[in-house]
């Protein structure tokens, strides 16, 4: 029996062309609809005829695009038909504490059987997504996740050019399966988490969709996967960056270097004035794999002028008032001798073993009682974090944007964008800042999702 790769599934593989449909609802303006979905097991096809058990928002993964446009309110009511509890986080938008979606931090999780009514007024236009934030780990490794989009109010691109792309990493098995054996494998969660050996596009295998050829397109790219961090290199088609992490920058920008890096949980939204067609391949392995075709329609025409997307105000971070903290990464894998409390008890071997808590931040695995921060409200805090591990984690704040006060060795210049993921690799110290300005409690941890769960969990909270 072989272990599948990426290339030998390619080969098993007939292209399909799949279309690019996500369910869409878009939420009414007046914030008096609420839309309804349920939380359940469902079959879908990831790859060639062979049908996955998954967990989906809707029977289908990814769920639905919840929509609005910015500044509206958004009423979703999910009904958890799983047999485990669960809760829904709304990733990167900074909306009220308490519908943040943390199980355990700023809620009880929805029980089986229950109903859980998120109600939050959206403060920023952008590509944002939803996902399970209870076990994230096993959830959204079986499907739970999906878009959310909120449109800028004069929406710069027609819905027709606008185009959401959810990409996800599945581990299948050798019959084309998802892989449920390996959910929670212990190697998984003290090494680089659990990377798959198959890319969907919107739960599609190799979809083709079409453009307008001589258009300027919006593609919004989040990367869903557990812990991949996907490379591809938009220079390939002649992309330009619109946006960052659902946050645009002041004019379309030349996309920096090769590969442009999209770790777990980050979004990029590209420009492309397709003149002919083109595939796009995650190019992390020997040889690229063209994982999205698109193909073009019409011709070029009169130009047209490629839309100015207005941005989000986000305050600036005050760095000469700045509050300092500072955050060691440690453990893991080839991490050394490095002790383990959880729970505010010193973790012997075995106990590792048996909780899985391989990581730690500032020595603890996990939540603690206190927060590892306090601020008040319009504060700027820094964060330092050292990633002192032998791995890259992607760390994400909830509740706030940040701008990166240092270098990370990528080759975008982060300092002239917000984000609410970065990505760090192995020995490297960076600083982040943002205005802390949202009141709550707030998680900091690893959206590499097998290090949240085996530790690298932490969070702040902000007064006032
Ligand atoms: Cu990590």
Not at 12 to 41: C, E, N, W, Y
Not at 46 to 60: I, Q, V
Not at 192 to 217: C, D, F, I, Y
Not at 424 to 453: D, S
């Amino acid at each position: 029996m072989t272990t599948l790769t990426r290339r030998t599934l390619l080969q098993r593989t007939a292209a399909s062309a799949g279309a690019l449909i996500v369910p869409s609802f878009t939420t009414a303006a007046d914030g008096q609809t609420i839309q309804h979905m349920t939380i359940k097991p469902a079959t879908q096809v990831l790859f060639e005829d062979a049908a996955s058990p998954l967990w989906t928002y809707e029977g289908r993964t990814p769920g639905p695009v919840v929509r609005a446009t910015k500044g509206e309110r958004v009423r979703v009511r999910f009904t958890n038909h799983l047999d485990e509890p669960t809760s829904v986080h709304w990733h990167g938008i900074r909306i009220e504490n308490r519908m943040d979606g943390v199980s355990g931090l700023t809620q009880d999780p929805i029980q089986p059987g229950e109903s859980f009514t998120y109600d939050f007024l959206a403060p920023d236009a952008g590509t944002y997504w939803y996902h399970a934030h209870n076990r994230s780990w096993n959830q959204v490794a079986r499907g739970l996740y999906g878009p959310l989009i909120i449109d800028e109010p004069d929406l710069p691109f027609p819905k027709d050019r606008d185009i959401t792309l959810i990409l996800d990493d599945w581990r299948l098995n050798h019959e084309g399966v998802l892989d449920e054996e390996s959910i929670g494998s212990l190697h998984d969660w003290s090494h680089a988490g659990r990377l798959g050996n198959w890319l969907t596009v919107n739960g599609e295998s190799l979809p083709t969709h079409t453009l307008q050829q001589g258009k300027p397109h919006r593609l919004r790219l989040i990367n869903a996967s557990n812990a991949r961090t996907l490379q591809i290199d938009p220079t390939l088609f002649k992309a330009k960056v619109l946006a960052y992490d659902g946050q645009a920058l002041p004019e379309p920008s030349a996309v920096p270097g090769s590969p442009l890096l999209i770790a777990p949980a980050q979004r990029v939204d590209l420009l492309v004035v397709p003149q002919e067609g083109f595939s796009v391949e995650e190019v992390s392995g020997d040889e690229g794999f063209a994982f999205l075709r698109f193909d073009l329609q019409g011709d070029t025409g009169d130009p047209v002028p490629v839309p100015a997307i207005s941005q989000n105000s986000i305050l600036e971070p005050d760095l000469e008032n700045a509050t300092l903290h500072s955050l060691a990464m440690e453990g893991g894998a080839m991490g050394g001798r490095v002790a383990i409390r959880h729970k505010g008890q010193i973790l012997e071997r075995e106990e590792i073993m048996a909780t899985g808590q391989f990581w730690v931040m500032n020595g603890d695995a996990g939540l603690t009682d206190t927060p590892f921060f306090r601020a008040k409200r319009g504060e700027t805090v820094i964060l330092e974090v050292i990633n002192s591990t032998a791995f890259d984690h992607a760390m994400h704040t909830h509740g706030h944007h940040f701008r990166i006060l240092a270098p990370n060795g990528a080759s975008i210049d982060e300092t002239e964008i917000w984000r609410d993921t970065f990505l760090i690799g192995p020995r490297q110290t960076i600083r982040i800042a943002f205005v802390a300005t949202n009141p709550g409690k707030w998680l900091f941890h690893c959206h590499m999702l097998e290090h949240a769960a085996a530790g690298m969990n932490t969070w702040f909270e902000v007064i006032g």
